[in-house]
């Protein structure tokens, strides 16, 4: 059988989705979560002409350098000045206090001498000077925040400058996650002769989380049809999004999982990709359950959840930026040609101080049981099915692990 292109296999997961609900939660809860809006500002900012700078307020034309003004109040930020400002007069002001009717500009008051109630301009001022003029921020109505955009620190800060004390967000994709596998324990238990550690849970939850979701997380089943079959039913009963699978995706006599899902009412999307390493990788539909059986080798199933998770989970909070984004980037050493699968070797930047497109060595061994590896890479270097042996400076593709914040 074909094996199904790595291109081909995420828009067939893409394809299925139908984007979240949405929710209103409390501005201060809100980094992290994906606007389900646009937010038009609320307000104008500044909503008044605002002083920049503490010192005068002044008519520029009155306040040439040697001219001696008559000082008659005060503006500060939240206490403006009532009157309004004549000819020959100044206004002593400080930073973002309203600028007065009639003043037209501020000289900073390292620029005046002070003597009671008389100020001597020592620098002429110029109209306009250190005034933020009304609506130099932003304007009531004009739309500011994008739907679809995943609310980092500084779109807190202008949502709350437009006056939101709650956005729209999508709900959060809950997406349960079921380690498979006779030989795995938990993390501090006792290991067996035969056993190894689960490592997988623990990195697929983290991405899940760092891409918004929820966990719920389903432990550990063994090799058999009965608890498989219980925790695909959990799953269902608890409504997720999304069931993660890990390990007993590929062929050998004890690799159940395609079946166990089978059983419970799933239909098939797609099993086995051309794809390096991921190769077993299962997606289909149980429900309104979109199901990803993630091959068990670690670097596998970590590699199939940056590729296919990632994307689902952008794709299910409609983000704007779905895609895991690429760069360009060239070999420093020799790597030899690609058989049929596309692979995602990992790789690590060369520190050399040299500008231009970061230079990447592929780690040896590329084995998928490698965590350590894994840990170490800075990069994923994506090599097209068949393509030819690369020489040191040849271009090619990656994703960058590290900006990418897996
Ligand atoms: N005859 C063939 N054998 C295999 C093929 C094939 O095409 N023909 N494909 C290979 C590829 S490629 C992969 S990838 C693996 C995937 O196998 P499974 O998805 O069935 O995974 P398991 O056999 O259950 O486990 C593989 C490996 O990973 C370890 N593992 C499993 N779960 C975890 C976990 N949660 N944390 C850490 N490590 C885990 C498990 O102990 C095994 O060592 O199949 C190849 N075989
Ligand atoms: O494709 Mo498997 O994922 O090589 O190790």
């Given at each position: 059988m074909a094996l199904l292109p790595v291109a081909d296999a995420l828009a067939q997961i893409l394809s299925g989705v139908t984007v979240l609900t949405e929710e209103q939660v409390p501005l201060g809860t809100a980094r992290g979560r994906v606007l389900a809006a646009s937010l038009p500002a609320l307000r104008t900012q500044p909503g008044f002409d605002a002083s920049a700078m503490d010192g005068y307020a002044v008519r520029a034309q009155d306040a040439v350098a040697g001219a001696c003004l008559t000082l008659i109040g005060e503006s500060a930020a939240g206490h403006g000045f009532d009157g309004r400002l004549g000819p020959g007069e100044a206004i002593r002001i400080f930073t973002g206090a309203p600028v007065p009717d009639g003043a037209d500009a501020v000289v900073i008051q390292e620029n005046t001498r002070r003597e009671g109630d008389r100020v001597t301009i020592e620098m002429g001022a110029v109209a306009g000077r250190n005034i933020?003029?009304?609506?130099?921020?932003?304007?009531?109505?004009?739309?500011?925040?994008?739907?679809?955009?995943?609310?980092?620190?500084?779109?807190?800060?202008?949502?709350?400058?437009?006056?939101?004390?709650?956005?729209?967000?999508?709900r959060r994709p809950k997406v349960a996650i079921l380690a498979t596998g006779d030989e795995l324990v938990l993390p501090g238990e006792a290991v067996g002769r035969d056993q190894i550690v689960t490592s997988n849970s623990f990195a697929l939850a983290a991405l899940v989380e760092a891409e918004g979701g929820e966990v719920l997380d389903l432990g550990i089943a063994p090799d058999d049809f009965p608890a498989l079959e219980a925790a695909i039913r959990r799953a269902r009963d608890e409504r997720v999004d999304v069931l993660i699978t890990i390990g007993g995706a590929s062929v050998g006599d004890h690799d159940l999982i395609q079946t166990a899902l089978t059983r419970e009412g799933m239909t098939l999307g797609f099993w086995k990709i051309a794809m390096r390493p991921g190769k077993p990788l299962l997606h289909g539909r149980l429900q309104g359950m979109h199901i990803l059986g993630l091959p068990g080798n670690p670097v596998s199933a970590v590699v199939c959840g940056i590729l296919f998770l990632a994307p689902l989970l952008r794709a299910l909070l409609g983000r704007i930026d779905a895609a895991v984004p690429r760069r360009r980037a060239v070999f420093a050493t020799a790597w030899p040609a690609n058989d049929l699968r596309e692979d995602y070797l990992r790789a690590r930047f060369v520190a050399d101080g040299e500008s231009g497109p970061p230079r990447v060595v592929p780690s040896t061994p590329q084995d998928s049981s490698l965590v350590g590896v894994l840990q170490q890479a800075d990069c994923l270097v994506i090599r097209p099915p068949h393509a030819p042996a690369a020489k040191a400076g040849d271009a090619c593709e990656i994703i960058d692990l590290r900006a990418a914040g897996y």
């Open positions: 933020r003029r009304r609506g130099l921020d932003f304007i009531e109505g004009a739309a500011s925040l994008a739907a679809g955009s995943l609310l980092g620190p500084r779109d807190m800060a202008l949502a709350a400058a437009m006056n939101y004390p709650a956005v729209p967000v999508r």
